[in-house]
């Protein structure tokens, strides 16, 4: 079975620009979370999806950063502007049911973010 | 509110044997435990609900007492494959905020 696909895997741009990072769950599973990581701040939740509906973003960093989930199969998280303290590992994952449950969370294997 | 890991590192020699902690602050829900070795994406281990239940995976195997908002894990005659970032990862309420712990970095040596 396919796991969590995220894309591109190695990600190097210019401050200033534009960064989308893709996800694509595990089908069937209605719950997708957005991650960051880095040394100094660990593993942190940026966003939380249900059912494509956004439900927690508390954890995004300022409003350069957008995440969508259009439909139950993609989502995207955007940086725009970028800055070079946007550089870290970023996470998705998926899970059949949300936060907390019974259900596990399904990484995928990260986009490795560099801004310069 | 971030839960709290320890110890934050252990070195060990292949066959001993190792406990982490997770403890928090708040009542918790529910303590997922999560493996990342280096340049990987963390991987599942276990779910504990409360209620104060053991698991056991292999050699690995954890346990969750409410009353002390607090989780351990303990990993049994340790093997090489067994290095690597341990995360916890705990919820107050079913659907409420999920957070991982600041992780415990362990190395098996032979």
């Known amino acids: 079975d396919a796991g969590v696909i995220q894309s591109p895997r190695h990600e190097v741009t210019e401050m200033g620009q534009e960064v989308t990072l893709r996800c694509k769950p595990i089908?069937?599973?209605?719950?997708l979370f957005w991650y960051r990581q880095t040394m100094m701040r660990g593993l942190e939740l940026l966003i939380y999806?249900?059912?494509?509906?956004?439900?927690?973003d508390s954890g995004m960093p300022e409003d350069r950063f957008s995440a969508k989930m259009p439909n139950a199969s993609f989502s995207t998280l955007k940086i725009q502007p970028s800055e070079p303290r946007d550089s870290a590992v970023y996470f998705c994952?998926?899970?059949?049911?949300?936060?907390?449950?019974?259900?596990?969370?399904?990484f995928g294997d990260g986009t490795r973010l560099s801004i310069l | 509110q971030q839960p709290v890991q320890s110890p934050q590192a252990v070195i060990l020699r292949e066959g001993e044997d190792a406990v982490i902690n997770c403890s928090s602050s708040?009542?918790?829900?529910?303590v997922h435990w999560y493996r990342q070795k280096h340049g990987e994406a963390p991987v599942f281990l276990m779910i504990?609900?409360?209620?104060?239940e053991q698991k056991g995976h292999d050699k690995i195997s954890a346990s969750f007492n409410e009353k002390k908002q607090q989780s351990s894990l303990y990993l049994t005659a340790s093997q090489l494959s067994y290095s690597g970032t341990y995360f916890c990862?705990?919820?107050?309420?079913?659907?409420?905020?999920?957070?991982f712990g600041p992780g415990t970095r362990l190395s098996v040596l032979p």
């Open positions: 994952a998926s899970s059949l049911r949300g936060q907390g449950a019974h259900q596990p969370q399904h």
């Open positions: 089908s069937g599973h209605n719950s």
């Open positions: 999806f249900n059912n494509n509906v956004p439900i927690d």
């Open positions: 708040k009542a918790l829900y529910s």
């Open positions: 504990l609900l409360k209620g104060g």
């Open positions: 990862g705990t919820a107050v309420n079913y659907g409420q905020n999920f957070v």
